[in-house]
């Protein structure tokens, strides 16, 4: 067994650990990390960019929301049933975090949002290799803090993962880490960060702590890894739990099969039915993930389907309604070539018909349900009004015109939240809700401040949370330190 020491460990190398790193190192302390991948970054490779509420890009541009708005909102989606203090003290913090970012060497451009009705806080990481951002643009971020971390001292250990949080007494002391060799290392400090990035790769814990069967009814992200070792540890060190969820969304399952563009063309306001045929929203509320997930999640086998014909095909070749900044497609160009390829893969999870009731037969919904909602919804196209759900005008186009085709959709996440109780300077709280001396934790593990769904309306806000209670908790642990 070999022995390091250091003033603070922070346990994975994540958005939320790499921020922790580099703010404690910067305040002078020592500071290790332990990563059980084989590169830094995690999860935060994979995404765009980070909420900032009155950074100097909305305040140049006089985005809304002000600290006090972004404040009102979030507690208003959450109905107040998250830790108010936290959230403030987040979203307080988040618009200087980005200016801490671009001074670590970090480039973004101008703020978006996700859908129309959102707010404009989403700031996208400029790649690196240039070119418009889009999916893993934040992992030129990761590299950045990497790398500033490694000229501030700090030492991070790949393929070394954390097991277990040391205790003398009620006060942590360290952890014990196993080396790739799979030697054990004692590794003794004055505080211990934990940031392992929730359990998403974890289906044991996903159907435990949130009742979702990966694979069944869920086709969430897997990155590789994240298996909830933090929250189990922070568990075993006397932590208190919070509620854990998965952070919804919606889509057709294994989208890479299929290519982003008939996704996203498989995703436009069109008639969404059950499986007992029936309506259950407004169909233009589809470009809010989160709530479309939600909706999606207490139907029957939580699935609907997208139900269109050849008429609203030959359109959406011409041109979306609904445009992604994820996959910004203006269209799909050629319609038919790839529904053929996706027949010639397999593809489980999209039908072609000759008539509403093949169409019924091969999804597996109510026929006699279909048929009425399909009569009932193109009265309402001619008609020009939807006394159910008082969709669009603009969106109300008949289900006529053979053939007619279905994409089924199902939850989707992009991972877990929750699992550590902390309280608003990211100190870690025991059973008894008194903090744990030296622990601390940040990112999704102990994100606990969405309620029972993604604020989707503040856009940015899971990798915005992971940064800041980072770079919260590293400067908070580099001051605890100090009277230690």
Known sequence: MSKLEADVVVVAGGAAGLAAAVAAAQQGAKVIVFEKGATTGGTGNMG?????????????????????EAFEVFMNYTHWRVDAKLVRAYLNKSGDTIHWLEDLGVEFVEPASYFPTAYPTWHLVKPGTGGRPGPMSSATMMKVLT??????????????????VLKTGDRVTGVV????????????????IIATGGFGDNPEMIK????????????????PGLEGDGIRMAWEAGAARTDMNMEIIYGMPDVMAIGPELHEACRQPH?????????????????????????????????????????????MEAGFDFLSVVFPFMRIADFDKAIHDAQDKGYAHLFVADS????????????HGLRKTVEEYNKSCEGGYDDLFNKEHRYLRPIKSPKFYAARHLPSAYG??????????????GKDWKKIPGLYAAGVDACSIYGDSYVFVL????????????????????????DV
Request: hydrophobic fraction near 35%.
């Open 271 to 315: 008639l969404l039915v059950n499986l007992l045929g029936e309506r259950f929203m407004n169909e233009a509320v589809l470009p809010n993930t989160t709530f479309t997930g939600n909706a999606i999640s207490i139907q029957k086998e939580r699935c609907a389907f997208l139900i269109f014909d050849e008429e609203i095909k030959k359109k």
């Open 177 to 192: 880490a196993e080396d790739r060799a799979g030697e054990t290392i004692e590794a003794h400090a004055k505080a211990v």
């Open 48 to 68: 765009m960019g980070p909420l900032g509420i009155e950074s100097r890009h909305t305040r140049l541009k006089q985005f809304r929301p002000s600290k006090d």
């Open 416 to 429: 877990s939240v929750g699992g550590i109780k902390i309280n608003h300077r990211t100190e870690v709280l």
């Open 356 to 367: 509403i009731e093949e169409l019924a037969g091969k999804t597996g919904i109510d026929p």
């Open 208 to 223: 435990k702590f949130t009742g979702y069967e990966y694979g069944k009814d869920i086709f969430s992200f897997r990155i």
């Open 147 to 164: 790398d500033r971390a490694k000229e501030m001292g700090v030492r991070i250990l790949l393929q070394t993962p954390a097991r277990k």
């Open 459 to 482: 856009p940015g806000n899971t990798m915005g949370f992971s940064l800041n209670t980072g770079r919260m908790a590293g400067e908070n642990a580099a001051e605890y330190i100090k």
